[in-house]
């Protein structure tokens, strides 16, 4: 059974910095891509980032691009975002999301989505 | 950047046919895929590149992309299909995907 589990989430300041984390199991983590999507209060789903399943390449929405950076352990089975200059536009739940091939292309989809963890960017 | 959009509301009646569509500059060049979002739940993907069915998903749903515009059909609609929809997509142009604005079925 394929799980998606994050953590790292909470209340940070603006400007702070946050990280989240992604433990996958149940599939070869290898093989996947790697996806992040959030969801801000009462809005709809806004792709965030992802990672080719060699952690080579990897793509950001505009609105995060420069402050957020994804990347993958492959000894831990963890994917990761590592969120800085935060902002309150940055507040939502993000999903960590297995693509259902290996690279980040057209075609591409989300084949298992974790919970999500909640991110709250406020002072 | 690249944009598609959706109705924000569609309403059926339980067993007839609801039609969610998703609109964007030739789409239909494009594979889109859909999800499924219950209240309080994550996304399940209900159609990947078009048409196809993931396992487990039941057979009323289906998929269809031409032109300008992707549609999710739900044949023989039940309670537990209300929820909101999304579509998504890649675009090749800022090497990114997007999700369509969200389709709120609501079966009365």
């Known amino acids: 059974e394929v799980r998606l589990l994050e953590s790292g989430g909470g209340l940070v300041q603006p400007g702070g910095s946050l990280r989240l984390s992604c433990a996958a199991s149940g599939f070869t983590f290898s093989s996947s891509a790697m996806t992040w999507v959030r969801q801000a209060p009462g809005k709809g789903l806004e792709w965030v980032s992802s990672?080719?399943?060699?952690?080579?390449?990897?793509y950001y929405a505009d609105s995060v691009k420069g402050r957020f950076a994804i990347s993958r352990d492959y000894s831990k089975n963890t994917l990761y975002l590592q969120m800085n200059s935060l902002r309150a536009e940055d507040t939502a739940v993000y999903y960590c999301?297995?693509?259902?091939?290996?690279?980040?292309?057209?075609?591409?989809?989300?084949?298992?989505w974790g919970q999500g963890s909640l991110v709250t960017v406020s002072s | 950047s690249y944009e598609v959009t959706q109705p924000p509301s569609v309403s059926v009646s339980p067993g007839q046919t609801a039609s969610i569509t998703c609109s964007g500059d030739k789409l239909g060049y494009k594979f889109t895929s859909w999800y499924q979002q219950g209240p309080g739940q994550s996304p399940v993907l209900v159609i990947y590149?078009?048409?196809k069915r993931p396992s487990g998903i039941p057979e009323r749903f289906s998929g269809s992309n031409s032109g300008s515009t992707a549609t999710l059909t739900i044949s023989g609609t039940q309670a537990m299909d209300e929820a909101d929809y999304y579509c998504?997509?890649?675009?090749?142009?800022?090497?990114?995907?997007?999700f369509g604005t969200g389709t709120k079925v609501t079966v009365l």
């Open positions: 590149q078009d048409s």
């Open positions: 998504q997509a890649w675009d090749s142009s800022t090497t990114s995907y997007v």
């Open positions: 999301a297995k693509s259902g091939g290996l690279a980040v292309e057209a075609g591409g989809y989300f084949d298992y």
């Open positions: 990672l080719t399943n060699s952690g080579v390449d990897t």
